[in-house]
């Protein structure tokens, strides 16, 4: 049986042109990982002259990590670093992997990677 983590990023106030930049880099940075695919999920859409307000949702993707022990800590890894690179205004993440759902949102770095090793711990238990 294979693997699923669904990767959701949101971000205060954002434009569609920013949403396929970091969407697409992401999407990239996983590809070279020992993963199955990447795929790129449909966001929600804002109808068209509506305007944004509170958190957006810039994209989506689901990783299919296959059967490999290592391939979760190497993605979350990944994450973790993509979300580290952004210095003033960090894009949430949701990940959510068999049920289980971990909010990455305003948390301090310490946070943030005390959050990830749990989410490794839990899931790398299952596929032992």
Known sequence: MENQL?????????DPERIDRMTGHLRRELLELDVDN????????????????????IGALLVTIGQSATAIRQVVGVLH?????????RPSLRLTMDGDVLEVSEASPDQVADAFEAFIKKHSAVEA
């Open 38 to 57: 990447v795929e790129t999920l449909p966001a929600e859409e804002i109808p068209p002259g509506a305007r944004a307000f509170g958190p957006m949702e």
């Open 6 to 14: 669904q990767i959701h990023l949101f971000e205060e106030g954002t």
């Open 81 to 89: 670093g993509w979300w580290s690179r952004f210095q003033e205004a």
